[in-house]
């Protein structure tokens, strides 16, 4: 009995504090496949940039990418064949920083295909647009000691 009184006292203190309305409706939205169509910069000029610690622009433009929000679970794949090619699995969460702004993150985590991260390195990239056709990422690293913005354009291809 008393481990069903603390298990529901759990159960009732995450459903009061739950998912905000908005990261629950983003997630639906998430959900399916989407390409990623282009990557710009907020400069112009010429950059050698490798995201997720994995590889080139130029490699992933045009990646296929699938989430599956109801596991928080996803992979892209990279078919360039001047490309080291293949699926790249990943775990992700949607996290609302300020309501009143509509500002949210988006945490990236690769994984091996059974869930693991090997280096347990993750990426926060701000998720600057969401539709049900259209997705940007943020993400502002430092260059040369300069905020430097890479942004990732999605499209939607199917649910």
């Known amino acids: 009995m008393k481990k069903f009184l603390i298990l529901a006292v759990i159960a ?10 908005t990261v629950q409706e983003s997630r639906k939205v998430i959900k399916g496949y989407w390409s990623l169509d282009n990557i710009t910069y907020d400069s112009s000029g010429t950059y050698n940039v490798t995201l997720f610690n994995d590889t080139s622009v130029e490699c992933i433009e045009g990646s296929s990418w699938r989430f599956i929000p109801n596991n928080n679970t996803g992979n892209y794949t990279v078919d ?3 490309c080291p090619t293949g699926e790249r699995n990943f775990i992700f969460t ?7 702004s509509g500002l949210y993150d988006f945490l990236l985590k690769p994984t091996n295909a059974k869930g693991k991260s090997e280096t347990n390195a993750g990426y926060r990239l701000r998720l600057a647009q969401l539709n049900d056709s259209s997705m940007r990422w943020e993400q502002t690293v430092n260059l ?7 942004n990732m354009n999605f499209s939607k291809i199917q649910d």
Do not use: R, V
């Open 12 to 21: 009732a203190t995450t459903f009061a504090c739950g998912t905000p309305k």
């Open 94 to 100: 949607i996290q609302e920083i300020d309501p009143t």
């Open 144 to 150: 040369d000691g300069k905020p430097f913005k890479i």
């Open 80 to 82: 360039n064949p001047n």
